[in-house]
Nanobody, 115 residues
């Protein structure tokens, strides 16, 4: 089992920045990929960014050039640097860890971007 705890969310004005963190514990050796998802009110959960065990990254078109996903393997921590935030980025952000067919999820952290 993998436990994921997100932090770093909050309220920020448009154009500002936030850095989200996701601390992983448990069977972290089994993780093959990690990512950030978000779910806005009334919307479906969507992939924001992902990073594979090999370090390759993938971003949603809406965040390309603004967000950066990274990881600290020694600390088993995933990050999402969010720059040039827009009100459309307002959502609950969830950390995800993939262990083959198993997906583990954090509790989510609220990001609110005011206009």
């Amino acid at each position: 089992q993998v436990q994921l705890v997100e932090s770093g969310g909050g309220l920020v004005q448009a154009g500002g920045s936030l850095r989200l963190s996701c601390a992983a514990s448990g069977s972290t050796f089994s993780i093959t990929a990690m990512g950030w998802y978000r779910q806005a009110s009334g919307k479906q959960r969507e992939l924001v960014a992902a990073i594979s065990s090999g370090g390759s990254t993938n971003y949603a078109d809406s965040v390309k050039g603004r967000f950066i996903i990274s990881r600290d393997n020694a600390k088993n921590t995933l990050y999402l640097q969010m720059n040039s935030l827009k009100p459309e980025d307002t959502a609950v952000y969830y950390c995800n860890a993939k262990r083959f067919s198993i997906n583990d999820w954090g509790q989510g952290t609220q990001v609110t971007v005011s206009s």
